[in-house]
T-cell receptor, first 115, second 111 residues
Framework: GAGVSQSPSNKVTEKGKDVELRCDPI?????LYWYRQRLGQGLEFLIY????????KSGLPSDRFSAERTGESVSTLTIQRTQQEDSAVYLC?????????????FGPGTRLTVL | AQSVTQLGSHVSVSEGALVLLRCNYS??????LFWYVQYPNQGLQLLLK??????LVKGINGFEAEFKKSETSFHLTKPSAHMSDAAEYFC?????????FGSGTRLLVRP
């Protein structure tokens, strides 16, 4: 019955390694979002997927970040050549549509630590 | 550009006291506004949202917020704090479809 799920819940990696974070949205939700939450800060928008439309990548902080979504299901966020400043909690959210005002349902997040 | 400011990174109240968490927004168009709560090691949960239907919005767990256009504010209140309200609270404005968040306010409830 599920809500949004994310895996892994925690990831520790060494600087320079690539990581892949996974998000399973709520079934039937066409819109999917990735946000980043640095320690003690609010959430920063990273990327938005809506159906088969081209994603809005305007929030991705560098070209080391990329994301894909297969149809209206699973999404993966990939960070290449990780840096210490990438350490954060990465939150995924989904909503029934991308219409303004729609509630976004959040997953529990993946805590990424780059050593 | 739209933005959100939350005054006070930490607010401490006694159990049973009034809770007031402040949020001011900047928007050139009528905004959609949200309050989310984040309990430790959990994702965000929607408390309430403003979508222009009514200026006083009631949410879950006894929280409510009032939209004041003249003050560009959307402060969150609860008449009587409970220990279980201790969490981090985020105000957000809907910018087309993505949410722009404030930096959050951590609510501490003293017994």
């Amino acid at each position: 019955g599920a809500g949004v799920s994310q895996s892994p819940s925690n990831k520790v990696t060494e600087k320079g390694k690539d990581v892949e974070l996974r998000c399973d949205p709520i079934s039937g939700h066409t819109a999917l979002y990735w946000y980043r939450q640095r320690l003690g800060q609010g959430l920063e928008f990273l990327i938005y997927f809506q159906g088969n439309s081209a994603p809005d990548k305007s929030g991705l902080p560098s070209d080391r970040f990329s994301a894909e979504r297969t149809g209206e299901s699973v999404s993966t966020l990939t960070i290449q050549r990780t840096q210490q400043e990438d350490s954060a909690v990465y939150l995924c959210a989904s909503s029934f549509t991308g219409t303004q005002g729609n509630e976004q349902f959040f997953g529990p997040g993946t805590r990424l630590t780059v050593l | 550009a739209q933005s959100v400011t939350q005054l006070g990174s930490h607010v401490s109240v006694s159990e049973g006291a009034l809770v007031l968490l402040r949020c001011n927004y900047s928007s050139s168009v009528p905004p959609y506004l949200f309050w989310y709560v984040q309990y430790p090691n959990q994702g965000l949960q929607l408390l309430l949202k403003y979508t222009s239907a009514a200026t006083l919005v009631k949410g879950i767990n006894g929280f409510e917020a009032e939209f004041k256009k003249s003050e560009t504010s959307f402060h969150l209140t609860k008449p009587s704090a409970h220990m279980s309200d201790a969490a981090e609270y985020f105000c957000a404005v809907d910018s087309s479809y993505k949410l722009i968040f404030g930096s959050g306010t951590r609510l501490l409830v003293r017994p």
